[in-house]
Protein backbone atom coordinates (compact mmCIF):
# COMPACT_ATOMS: atom_id res chain seq x y z
CA UNK A 1 0.00 0.00 0.00
CA UNK A 2 1.09 3.34 -1.34
CA UNK A 3 2.21 6.17 1.83
CA UNK A 4 0.04 8.96 1.88
CA UNK A 5 2.94 11.20 1.68
CA UNK A 6 4.05 9.69 -1.67
CA UNK A 7 0.90 10.12 -3.13
CA UNK A 8 0.71 13.91 -1.96
CA UNK A 9 4.24 14.25 -3.77
CA UNK A 10 3.39 13.05 -6.82
CA UNK A 11 0.42 15.48 -7.01
CA UNK A 12 2.31 18.18 -6.68
CA UNK A 13 3.94 17.56 -10.22
CA UNK A 14 1.47 19.70 -12.41
CA UNK A 15 1.69 17.27 -15.62
CA UNK A 16 0.42 14.48 -12.83
CA UNK A 17 -2.59 16.71 -11.88
CA UNK A 18 -3.27 17.58 -15.56
CA UNK A 19 -3.36 13.33 -16.23
CA UNK A 20 -6.23 13.06 -13.01
CA UNK A 21 -7.85 16.01 -14.15
CA UNK A 22 -8.33 14.45 -17.52
CA UNK A 23 -9.45 11.04 -16.22
CA UNK A 24 -11.81 12.96 -13.79
CA UNK A 25 -13.70 14.40 -17.24
CA UNK A 26 -13.47 10.82 -18.26
CA UNK A 27 -12.86 6.77 -17.59
CA UNK A 28 -10.93 4.68 -20.10
CA UNK A 29 -8.84 7.00 -21.89
CA UNK A 30 -5.82 5.40 -24.23
CA UNK A 31 -2.72 7.51 -24.06
CA UNK A 32 -3.00 8.79 -27.83
CA UNK A 33 -6.10 10.73 -26.27
CA UNK A 34 -4.27 12.32 -23.30
CA UNK A 35 -0.99 13.38 -25.39
CA UNK A 36 -3.20 15.22 -27.74
CA UNK A 37 -5.20 17.11 -25.18
CA UNK A 38 -2.07 17.49 -22.75
CA UNK A 39 0.09 18.20 -25.46
CA UNK A 40 2.94 16.32 -23.69
CA UNK A 41 5.57 13.94 -25.39
CA UNK A 42 4.55 10.16 -25.10
CA UNK A 43 7.29 9.19 -22.99
CA UNK A 44 6.60 11.76 -20.47
CA UNK A 45 2.84 10.81 -20.25
CA UNK A 46 3.62 7.16 -19.74
CA UNK A 47 6.63 8.02 -16.92
CA UNK A 48 3.69 9.83 -15.05
CA UNK A 49 1.15 6.91 -15.37
CA UNK A 50 3.49 4.55 -14.44
CA UNK A 51 4.16 6.34 -11.18
CA UNK A 52 0.69 7.26 -10.83
CA UNK A 53 -0.65 3.15 -11.06
CA UNK A 54 2.45 2.53 -8.63
CA UNK A 55 0.82 4.84 -6.21
CA UNK A 56 -2.69 2.54 -6.90
CA UNK A 57 -4.56 6.03 -8.33
CA UNK A 58 -4.71 4.48 -11.87
CA UNK A 59 -4.48 1.65 -13.71
CA UNK A 60 -5.08 0.26 -17.48
CA UNK A 61 -7.51 -2.16 -18.79
CA UNK A 62 -6.49 -3.63 -22.18
CA UNK A 63 -9.17 -4.13 -25.36
CA UNK A 64 -7.11 -5.90 -28.07
CA UNK A 65 -4.37 -3.78 -28.82
CA UNK A 66 -5.55 -0.60 -26.88
CA UNK A 67 -4.93 0.35 -23.26
CA UNK A 68 -7.93 2.32 -21.23
CA UNK A 69 -6.43 4.01 -18.47
CA UNK A 70 -8.77 5.11 -15.30
CA UNK A 71 -8.88 6.29 -11.64
CA UNK A 72 -9.19 3.38 -9.19
CA UNK A 73 -11.77 4.72 -6.72
CA UNK A 74 -12.19 1.48 -5.17
CA UNK A 75 -11.07 2.77 -2.07
CA UNK A 76 -12.79 5.20 -0.07
CA UNK A 77 -9.24 7.62 0.45
CA UNK A 78 -8.95 7.80 -3.34
CA UNK A 79 -12.55 8.77 -3.94
CA UNK A 80 -12.45 11.54 -1.47
CA UNK A 81 -9.34 12.24 -3.27
CA UNK A 82 -10.90 12.49 -6.60
CA UNK A 83 -13.81 14.36 -5.21
CA UNK A 84 -11.83 16.86 -3.81
CA UNK A 85 -9.44 17.21 -6.81
CA UNK A 86 -12.36 17.44 -8.93
CA UNK A 87 -13.47 20.32 -7.46
CA UNK A 88 -9.64 22.28 -6.90
CA UNK A 89 -8.99 21.69 -10.17
CA UNK A 90 -10.85 24.61 -11.76
CA UNK A 91 -8.24 27.14 -13.48
CA UNK A 92 -7.60 27.66 -16.90
CA UNK A 93 -5.16 25.37 -17.48
CA UNK A 94 -7.22 22.14 -16.90
CA UNK A 95 -10.25 23.47 -18.52
CA UNK A 96 -8.34 24.07 -21.45
CA UNK A 97 -7.34 20.39 -21.51
CA UNK A 98 -10.98 19.09 -20.89
CA UNK A 99 -11.70 21.48 -23.95
CA UNK A 100 -9.17 19.31 -25.86
CA UNK A 101 -9.68 16.28 -24.53
CA UNK A 102 -13.92 16.80 -25.57
CA UNK A 103 -12.69 17.42 -29.17
CA UNK A 104 -10.32 14.49 -29.22
CA UNK A 105 -13.31 12.60 -28.01
CA UNK A 106 -15.43 13.27 -30.94
CA UNK A 107 -12.90 10.69 -33.47
CA UNK A 108 -14.14 7.89 -31.10
CA UNK A 109 -16.21 5.46 -32.55
CA UNK A 110 -18.24 3.20 -30.08
CA UNK A 111 -16.67 4.71 -27.31
CA UNK A 112 -13.31 3.32 -28.18
CA UNK A 113 -10.17 5.00 -29.28
CA UNK A 114 -10.10 4.12 -33.40
CA UNK A 115 -7.40 6.61 -34.28
CA UNK A 116 -4.13 6.31 -32.55
CA UNK A 117 -1.50 8.97 -32.96
CA UNK A 118 -1.04 11.49 -35.46
CA UNK A 119 0.03 14.64 -36.53
CA UNK A 120 -1.81 17.76 -34.74
CA UNK A 121 -2.73 18.75 -38.10
CA UNK A 122 -4.45 15.70 -39.36
CA UNK A 123 -6.38 15.22 -35.85
CA UNK A 124 -7.39 18.83 -36.16
CA UNK A 125 -8.97 18.32 -39.71
CA UNK A 126 -10.47 14.77 -38.75
CA UNK A 127 -12.30 16.93 -35.71
CA UNK A 128 -13.47 19.48 -37.92
CA UNK A 129 -14.46 16.95 -40.31
CA UNK A 130 -16.54 15.11 -37.68
CA UNK A 131 -18.06 18.56 -36.22
CA UNK A 132 -19.12 19.26 -39.90
CA UNK A 133 -20.91 15.78 -40.38
CA UNK A 134 -22.37 16.03 -36.94
CA UNK A 135 -23.71 19.79 -37.76
CA UNK A 136 -24.90 18.44 -41.36
CA UNK A 137 -26.70 15.41 -39.50
CA UNK A 138 -28.45 17.62 -36.69
CA UNK A 139 -29.62 20.09 -39.35
CA UNK A 140 -30.96 17.27 -41.70
CA UNK A 141 -33.97 16.29 -39.40
CA UNK A 142 -32.77 13.15 -37.94
CA UNK A 143 -34.58 10.95 -35.34
CA UNK A 144 -30.86 10.09 -34.60
CA UNK A 145 -30.97 10.70 -30.44
CA UNK A 146 -26.85 10.32 -30.72
CA UNK A 147 -26.73 13.42 -32.93
Not at 21 to 33: A, Q, R
Request: hydrophobic share 35%; with cysteine.
Amino acid sequence: MPQKADIFKALGDVDRLRIINLLLLKDFLCVCEMVHALKIPQYRLSKHLMLLKSLELVDVKKDGKWGYHYLIKESQTNRSLFEFLNKYLNDDTFQKDRNALGLRLLLREGEKCVIGFAPEKEIKQLIRRKKKSHRGIAGSGSDNPSC
